[in-house]
């Protein structure tokens, strides 16, 4: 089965003369995977979601997501990829405030035309699977932080993406939302969905991901799913 993600000498620079703010990074990510992206402030972390997203361009290097490869896109096939290919969740949800629940999860289906039948019915089916479809009516501002997250993350499920990129989901939550954002993560993870996490929070990678890389100054220093990084890493 191929990679979601292949990332061949993938660097981003953002001055000529400068030392690249993330790589040359080579990665592959299977499909059913979660996968945590750790480090400090600065190591890449925003940077290799970005790319991932399609939000950014390498400067070097290939980048192939769900078989597209982003490198070689315009910004409006990008902007397809990203309708029709990935799902993300950010730290502060993003939600219209105009908008009921349903309507905000049902967004993304409508911009892709799909038959609004079935966009509603598989806006139903993720309300009621993330426990939160008895607010379908309701407007965000009257949710509190783990339901608003929990919407965003249906929203970003209703196309069925092949990747979900997930950044900080629980850095604007207290310590019991997140702990539900937590769950819902893993359960999706089982459910066999692929996921990407950026997070600072090394409980949250380790209850969610079954693989997990960590940034230092733009380079990958441990890889989990690597066993000559992982072994380095105990014997420093």
Not at 183 to 203: E, I, M, N, S, W
Not at 215 to 235: F, K, R
Request: charged share 20%; proline share 5%; hydrophobic share 45%.
């Amino acid at each position: 089965m191929s990679p979601v993600i292949e990332l061949a000498a993938v660097a981003r620079q953002y001055d000529l003369d400068g030392t690249p703010v993330l790589g040359p990074l080579t990665l592959t990510v299977a499909p059913g995977t979660a996968l945590a992206v750790t480090g400090p402030s600065g190591s890449g972390k925003s940077t290799l979601l970005n790319l991932i997203a399609g939000l950014d361009r390498p400067s070097s290097g290939s980048i192939t997501v769900a078989g597209e490869r982003l490198d070689r896109l315009g910004e409006a096939a990008l902007a397809r990829y990203r309708r029709d290919r990935i799902g993300m969740v950010f730290q502060f949800f993003h939600l219209l405030d105009d908008l009921t629940v349903q309507d905000n999860v049902l967004l993304p289906a409508q911009l892709t035309g799909r038959p609004a039948a079935a966009a509603r019915a598989r806006a139903a089916e993720l309300l009621e699977l993330l426990g939160i479809a008895r607010h379908r009516h309701a407007y965000p501002g009257r949710l509190s932080g783990g339901e608003r997250q929990r919407v965003a993350v249906a929203r970003a499920l209703i196309n069925r993406p092949a990747l979900l990129l997930a950044d900080e989901p629980t850095g604007a939550l207290d310590s019991a939302a997140g702990a539900d954002v937590r769950d819902l993560l893993v359960d999706l993870h089982r459910a066999g969905q692929t996921v990407v996490l950026v997070t600072h929070d090394a409980g949250l990678a380790d209850a969610c991901a079954d693989r997990r890389i960590h940034l230092v100054d733009g380079q990958v220093a441990t890889d989990s799913g690597d066993p000559a990084t992982s072994a380095a890493a105990v014997t420093r």
